[in-house]
Nanobody
Framework: QVELVESGGGLVQAGGSLRLSCAAS????????MGWFRQAPGKVREFVAA????????AHAESVKGRFTISRDNAKNTIYLQMNSLKPEDTAVYYC????????????????????WGQGTQVTVSS
């Protein structure tokens, strides 16, 4: 079993930055593919970024490429999402997710690839 707890959300002006963190329990954290998703009101949950178990492989949605960066620190059982140049359309609840079995980076770009989810953290970007 894995428990995920996100933090770091908040209210920021357009053009600003935030760093989200996701702390995970579980002794096998380092073996999990991890991801970030987001869901805005009235919209489906969408992929933001994913990272392989060693951090050597990452994927980012086209809408956030060049602005957001996913990373992980296996020693701290934590992944991060550095968000720069934020836009009002980035406003959403951001969720951290962990895959409980081996998946490809392509599978990691869809919510079905994940077995564990955090409770979410709100990010609001004002114009």
């Amino acid at each position: 079993q894995v428990e995920l707890v996100e933090s770091g959300g908040g209210l920021v002006q357009a053009g600003g930055s935030l760093r989200l963190s996701c702390a995970a329990s579980g002794r096998t954290f380092s073996t999990y593919v991890m991801g970030w998703f987001r869901q805005a009101p009235g919209k489906v949950r969408e992929f933001v970024a994913a990272i392989g178990w060693s951090g050597g492989i990452t994927a980012h949605a086209e809408s956030v490429k060049g602005r957001f960066t996913i990373s992980r620190d296996n020693a701290k059982n934590t992944i991060y999402l550095q968000m720069n140049s934020l836009k009002p359309e980035d406003t959403a609840v951001y969720y951290c997710a962990a895959a409980g079995q081996r998946i490809t980076i392509v599978q990691a770009m869809g919510p079905a690839g994940y077995d564990y989810w955090g409770q979410g953290t709100q990010v609001t970007v004002s114009s």
